[in-house]
């Protein structure tokens, strides 16, 4: 049987409240701490050359739970209340993991 290949969504957004952004993801990462499915790593980028703007990489053991997640009505609550706090709409890319290499 082949392991499911681990799958990533790229978020990229722009707040002017990342404060605020942060204090909703703690309280994401609570509410989905060991629930099935739930994102197994989340990556959160600043850009240096454009203020406001962020990308989180949000890690998933395979797309079929990242859909599950995704699906689920508290996903979408919390999907809701982040898109208020941004400036513009977020832009989601969904991408299948074909490499992950720890550098030493």
Same mark, same amino acid.
């Given at each position: ?19 605020? %952004? =942060? ?7 609570? +509410?989905? *701490?060991? !629930?099935?499915? #739930?994102?197994?790593? /989340? ?23 990242? %859909? =599950? ?7 979408? +609550?919390? *999907?809701? !209340?982040?898109? #208020?706090?941004?400036? /513009? ?16």
């Amino acid at each position: 049987m082949d392991t499911p290949m681990k799958f990533v969504q790229i978020v990229d957004f722009e707040t002017d409240r990342i404060d605020e %952004m =942060r204090a909703l993801s703690e309280e994401m990462d609570e +509410k989905f *701490a060991g !629930r099935s499915g #739930a994102p197994t790593h /989340r990556l959160v980028l600043r850009d240096r050359n454009t203020p406001g703007r962020c990308l989180v990489v949000i890690e998933f053991n395979s797309y079929e739970e990242a %859909m =599950r997640n995704s699906n689920d009505p508290e996903t979408t +609550k919390m *999907a809701e !209340r982040m898109a #208020a706090l941004c400036t /513009r709409p977020p832009s989601f890319t969904d991408c299948d993991v074909l490499e992950m290499t720890e550098i030493k």
